[in-house]
């Protein structure tokens, strides 16, 4: 059974901790601006002490960014956790968090993506709790306009009386915009937006409970309690599963590695559908290279279940802030589609 956190309201506190990567130099600006932007929406902030420095390649030790991630966790007067962003290495805490105590207490909402997610799906699959995939507080400037991005707190304020659908963007963006040569930059959406179904054919639909988050951390995780994905897919039975990832970094050959091994372990068995997101990774430069289509079809080509791939889902913003736990029922149709959720 998943629970689900109560909805983020004007006057809900929003606790900043940095699981993984904190924040310096340019980026203490940019913090500053989005912490107001809260503030200006009514909601109250609490500061972690693991959030305004960058050590090792994350904002403290391990045990000390666990234990503030716990504690945020447990506060009855905590609504939301929204780290800054993602990283590299929020798996190391994982062995410190107590995900059978969390299944005692209320739930809370944990935002973001990227390496976020490597928390967000042991905290879904240990602890019940539905988790949110989508923008990161760094995302959140006044100045974006982007209706995928700007909704991101609306969804979780939603009280689940009528389903949340949100539409595939026009237009994504590839070139991130440096904080120091413009500190409010919104996202610059020049490329069109296209959805792909893998294989050809025409419309689909389908529907089922979602999981999933950033393939490059949680494929890790596979084969250990923490990303248990085919007992997620027993767990859903009849009601049907809906695994989404993306691809940050992995080159084509890297990611069919990946994919292997997650299909060996039996994370593409039994699903509804699958959602895979625009790759960020670097375009091989030779023609004669493996491509990254040609990579994931190398792969899930044989699937009987829909795949759909360059979804608004990643590291190439826009994206869906897609809920661990939801039902949701996911339409395409000529090179887009849509997601609606429910998440009672």
């Known amino acids: 059974m998943i629970s689900i956190p109560k909805p983020l309201t004007p006057g809900s506190t929003i606790a900043i901790t940095a699981p993984s990567s904190g924040v310096s130099g340019d980026a203490l600006a940019r913090l500053d601006l989005v912490i107001a932007q809260l503030h200006a929406a009514g909601f109250r902030t609490i500061e972690g002490q693991c959030l305004r420095e960058e050590y090792k390649n994350a904002s403290a030790p391990a045990s000390k960014r666990a234990a503030e991630l716990m504690g945020f966790l447990l506060r009855d007067d905590i609504a939301a956790i929204i780290p800054p962003w993602g990283g590299e290495l929020a798996t190391e805490v994982l062995d410190h968090i107590d995900f059978a105590r969390l299944r005692t207490v209320e739930p809370k909402w944990l935002l973001g993506y990227s390496d976020i997610s490597t928390i967000q799906l042991p905290l879904t699959l240990l602890s019940g709790w539905a988790t949110a995939h989508g923008p990161n507080l760094m995302d959140l400037a006044p100045t974006q306009t982007d209706p995928l991005t700007t909704s991101v707190l609306a969804i979780l304020g939603s009280d689940g ?67 248990d994905i085919p007992g997620f897919v027993r767990n859903s039975g009849a009601a049907g599963t809906i695994l989404y990832l993306e691809n940050v970094e992995m080159s084509p050959t890297a990611l069919v590695r990946c994919l292997l091994s997650l299909k060996r372990q039996g994370w593409f068995d039994g699903l509804a559908g699958l959602l895979i997101g625009r790759s960020a990774a670097p375009v091989p430069e030779s023609s004669q290279s493996l491509g990254y289509e040609e990579a994931v079809s190398a792969v899930l080509s044989g699937l009987p279940c829909p795949v759909l791939y360059d979804v608004d889902i990643g590291h190439q913003p826009p994206q869906f802030t897609l809920i661990n736990g939801a039902h949701a029922v996911v339409s395409y149709r000529e090179g887009g589609g849509a997601v609606m959720q429910r998440f009672v």
């Open 161 to 227: 009386s009528t389903p949340v659908t949100q539409s595939s963007s026009s237009h994504y963006q590839v070139q991130w915009t440096p904080y120091k040569e413009r500190l409010d930059a919104p996202f610059n959406l020049t490329e069109p937006t296209r959805w792909k179904r893998l294989g050809g054919g025409g419309p689909v639909s389908f529907e089922g409970r979602l999981i999933g988050g950033c393939l490059d951390t949680i494929a890790w995780l596979a084969g250990t309690r923490y990303g």
